[in-house]
């Protein structure tokens, strides 16, 4: 009976330990997927925007269908507040959009700041400079996704095992 | 209802603070003609033909120097929420000095020009906003109508008038009559060449403004190969143009009656003999292809003077009316 129950000990503790790896490992791969996203969202918008003139709101809802993570959220929220249109400048709009939508520890501080400053490239006058901008930024998330991509594998890998080992290293220490 | 639901779209073309000021200003759509920004100078509000400002306390005032002084943040947030944050959806019409949006109102934007050769690339630092309110008015021209037809067809008509004394609005409804059916004429197809976006006031391709249930518009295109397109692709009864006096115009308009199709435009001028020293129009005149003039001006006794003229230039109709 003893025995039963210090196994089933073991076998909880070990989860434990192999669940926070996994956790880690889930939220690498959130920030990972949400980048990857982001660079397929600028180089929707460079077509949908410069190209087809589609309004903001309008293209913002469209890319919002094809995402699977809290962009899609950041996106319709953004497209609800340029509905409603409270006379304030796109970038607060989109800056409260991010506030609202983001979780704090889905991205690292520079890769929050430039989902900000990404509203630079989403409205503007030139239509020239904002292809630009729009490729700019696509590059720039692809850079970041890849990244965290390595990242993702990296240091997924590194967390699985080391929360597993701790939790072996608790059993072997309560044993 | 309307008028209401005309004051919030105004509303909301405007950055928060200065709407803020409307909102405590009352200020109401029936009476605005004009809402004038220019960075660090103060608001300037044009109504009946009066210049008002809007001062930081949110009160109508005629000191215009008294009024709130716009920021370039105010002008940057007006005219993003203007442009419902697209403002690159209207590059093409931002390369000509204006754009034209939902409800038919036009803002005319004056800036830093970029040019690529001798073609404007697009203006940046926009620091100057004109926002022309557009106020429809059904039945304007239901005094003229009946001396522009002759038996039962629409005669080739000129209004002929200086800025402001509403030329366009008049032509807006002639358009509207003539493709809906009016008292002794049934309905006609119209094909309209909105260069400037200020007939039709077309949003995203829709006319905000009523043209009639047989009206095509072609928005933004530019006079000389408008006519020809509608010509050949549309089918139209009667061609309308705003505006006439380009070099390339005469010659269009000349094919237009080449080819039967009844046309109706408006051209800058204060009389028939002032539009006749036009080089490009002068043959035309000269030419009696016009059979009816429309000549409009600001009349001291009422507001404004209507007359119509046939194509030897006797008076058929005259009529003074508020602006």
């Known amino acids: ?175 | 209802m309307k008028e209401r639901m005309e004051t919030e779209s105004i509303y909301r073309m405007l950055a928060s603070s200065i709407r803020q000021l409307f909102e405590k200003a009352q200020i109401r759509s029936e009476h605005l003609q004009e809402i004038r920004m220019r960075t660090g100078r103060p608001l300037i509000l044009r109504m009946a033909g009066e210049e008002y400002t809007v001062t930081e306390r949110g009160e109508l005032s005629e000191e215009l120097d008294q009024g709130h002084r716009i920021t370039a943040h105010e002008l940057d947030a007006t005219l993003e929420s203007i442009s419902g944050y697209s403002l690159y959806a209207f590059d093409e019409e931002m390369k000509q000095g204006f754009l034209t949006v939902q409800g038919g109102h036009r803002i005319g934007l004056a800036g830093r020009i970029v040019t690529a050769g001798r073609q404007i690339s697009c203006i940046r630092h926009i620091s100057f906003l004109n926002i022309r309110l557009s106020h429809e008015i059904i039945g304007c021209a239901d005094s003229v109508m009946p001396h522009l037809l002759q038996n039962g067809m629409l005669c080739h008509t000129l209004i002929i008038s200086p800025p402001g004394c509403g030329k366009t609005t008049l032509l807006r409804d002639i358009i509207r009559q003539v493709s809906d059916g009016t008292g002794g004429c049934t309905g006609h197809t119209v094909g309209v060449v909105d260069e400037r976006s200020e007939l039709a006031g077309c949003w995203l391709g829709v006319p905000q403004n009523d043209l009639g249930m047989r009206t095509d518009v072609l928005d933004c295109c530019p006079k000389e190969d408008g006519m020809m397109m509608l010509l050949r692709s549309m089918s139209p009864q009667v061609i309308a143009v705003d505006e006439l006096g380009g070099s390339e115009d005469g010659y269009a308009v000349e094919n237009v009656f080449r080819c039967g199709c009844r046309l109706i435009a408006t051209v800058h001028g204060s009389s028939i003999q002032d539009v006749r020293q036009k080089k490009h129009l002068d043959a035309l005149s000269r030419n009696m292809l016009f059979e009816r003039y429309i000549v409009l001006s600001r009349s001291d006794v009422s507001g404004r003077r209507t007359e119509v003229f046939d194509a030897d230039g006797e008076l058929l109709y005259v009529e003074e009316t508020g602006l």
């Open chain 1, 1 to 175: 009976m003893q025995i039963g129950i210090k196994l089933a000990g073991c076998f909880c503790i070990i989860a434990a330990g192999w669940m926070t790896g996994w956790e880690l490992e889930r939220r690498l791969r959130q920030r990972w997927m949400f980048l990857k996203e982001m660079q397929e969202l600028f180089l929707y918008l460079e077509k949908e925007m410069t190209y087809h003139r589609t309004t903001v709101e309008t293209a913002l809802r469209e890319a919002a269908g094809n995402c699977a993570t809290v962009l899609r959220d950041l996106l319709l929220t953004a497209a609800d507040q340029v509905e409603q249109r409270r006379g304030e400048l796109f970038r607060d709009i989109w800056e409260d959009a991010v506030r609202q939508t983001i979780p704090g520890s889905l991205l690292q501080q520079d890769q929050h700041d430039t989902v900000c400053e990404a509203a630079a490239a989403l409205c503007g006058t030139d239509t020239v400079m904002q292809r630009t901008m729009l490729v700019k930024y696509a590059e720039r998330f692809d850079e970041m996704s890849r990244q965290e991509s390595q990242n993702c594998q990296e240091k997924g890998k590194l967390y699985r095992k080391l929360s597993t080992a701790a939790g072996v290293f608790i059993v072997i220490v309560l044993i």
